[in-house]
């Protein structure tokens, strides 16, 4: 990622915390607002890294992937549901009951990510259709059997929304979370944490072992990697199905990390908005996530404005406006998808079918 775009980023998320403590500065100490916003920003910002890194695998080896966004929602549905089942019809505690439903939405993710490489590699159906097919997919089922299984009588719940287990719970990083000040930023859920672990993971495995190699291969010039042995659809199965495990990780976020319910299309955006994070990124692992992190920022603005609602002048009140701070991430998306802030380069192959 080029200087002009971290500095960019960096400017954004600036400017976003500079809001919160300008509007609440006469009567909250500021340090307290920015710990706040930071806290908040690595948190809300957990499905767009999440998100991102699934796009990263999947077009560094060159299937575009548009399907996250369906991938999220029924990974959210499924984790929810099955920590549900677990709780209520089988009687398992809650703390198991959650991680068993991680697992399960990982597990979803994965069978989509496995959906779109058949669709992609081995039938070689347009892309960006089969991505379609899978946001559709995952709306219209995530919907019927949320009616189905939760308001219709006779469903295995009794026509009740059964009491969710909770959500997982925050943990202090070691030493971290101690420090005077800024503490707080490092008192974290573990899929949050798990993200920034597999943004670390992810660059040390693209750029630096021989797997990585091989996804850049096939995603840049594949008919180069298949002449020197690789198999180029297994490289991309592999890393279709990699990309839908942390999507279905992402899901998990939405209903087991964040809220301990299920809402149609609540995953609101958040796929697309990750592609946003990953193309302003410039496909790397470090630039997806300061793009994430502006996104979440933007969000974080929102939710900050509104904890310190009673402390904002009245001549600020109009932005506790859900509306107005709401469309912040979406402008940001919009702005930076035009390509005003420098170009962009895919992998070369990204989204060609390639045939032996």
Request: hydrophobic share 55%; proline share 6%.
């Amino acid at each position: 990622m080029d200087w002009r775009r971290f500095g960019f980023i960096a400017l954004i998320i600036l400017v976003l915390i500079g809001v919160v403590v300008m509007v609440g500065a006469t009567q909250v100490s500021p340090t307290v607002i920015v710990v706040s916003m930071l806290a908040t920003t690595i948190s809300v910002a957990t499905p767009l890294t999440l998100g991102a890194l699934s796009g990263i695998y999947c077009e560094r080896a060159g299937v575009v992937n548009i399907g996250i966004e369906g991938m999220m929602l029924a990974s959210a549905f499924f984790g929810w549901f099955g920590a549900i089942y677990l709780n209520t019809i089988l009687k398992v505690a809650p703390m198991p009951s959650l991680l068993l439903g991680v697992v399960a939405a990982i597990l979803t993710g994965g069978l989509l990510g496995l959906l779109h490489a058949v669709l992609s590699v081995t039938y070689k159906v347009d892309q960006i259709i089969g991505g379609t097919v899978i946001n559709i997919l995952a709306i219209g089922i995530t919907g019927f059997l949320n009616r189905q299984l939760f308001f219709e009588k006779g469903s295995i719940f009794g026509g009740e929304v059964p009491h969710a287990p909770g959500v997982l719970p925050r943990f202090h990083i070691p030493l971290l979370a101690d420090l005077p000040l800024v503490g707080r930023v490092f008192e974290q859920q573990p899929i949050a944490v798990s993200a920034v672990v597999l943004v670390l993971v992810t660059h040390f495995v693209l750029f630096y072992t021989r797997w990585g190699l091989r996804t850049r291969a096939v995603g840049e010039h594949p008919r180069a990697a298949d002449t020197v042995g690789i198999n180029v659809a297994r490289m991309r199965y592999a890393n279709v199905i990699i990309g839908g495990l942390i999507a279905g990780l992402a899901g998990a976020y939405f209903t087991l990390e964040s809220v301990p319910s299920f809402e149609p299309l609540m995953t609101n955006g958040r796929g697309f908005i990750s592609l946003a994070a990953m193309i302003f990124g410039n496909w790397s692992p470090f630039g997806a996530w300061a793009s994430a992190l502006v996104f979440g920022a933007a969000q974080a603005l929102q939710i900050n404005l509104q904890f310190f609602r009673e402390q904002i002048p009245p001549q600020w009140a109009f932005l506790q406006q859900a509306y107005i701070v709401g469309l912040v991430p979406y402008l940001l998306t919009m702005v930076i998808l035009t390509g005003i802030i420098g170009k962009t380069t895919p992998p070369a192959a990204d989204g060609q079918p390639y045939e032996k």
